[in-house]
């Protein structure tokens, strides 16, 4: 579970990084079905789904609360892998 939340953690941290709130539905909604058929037993899903949802959330508002910092760490020079990915 500790794995599960570390890794879980590090994502919403990179999702944060890079995109918009929107995208944290559908990497739930991916790592819910793969952590259900994953698991061995309802508890354990319930469980892992929930850990994985919430440390999700956590490494992204982390992140939003981090940009700030660092995007005035560098100085005036863009950093790119803040920026928003535009379509094209």
């Known amino acids: 579970m500790v794995v599960l939340a570390i890794c879980s953690g ?5 999702a944060g990084m890079r995109f ?25 899903t319930t469980l892992a789904i929930v850990v994985f949802a919430s440390s999700l959330q956590l490494g992204y508002v982390c992140t939003l ?16 892998f803040l920026g928003s990915p535009t379509l094209r």
């Open 10 to 14: 590090l994502i919403g941290a990179l």
């Open 20 to 44: 918009r709130v929107f995208i944290l539905f559908p990497i739930i909604f991916v790592g819910s079905v793969a952590l259900a058929t994953l698991t061995a037993s309802w508890s354990e």
């Open 65 to 80: 609360l981090l940009r700030p910092t660092l995007v005035s760490l560098g100085g005036g020079v863009r950093l790119p």
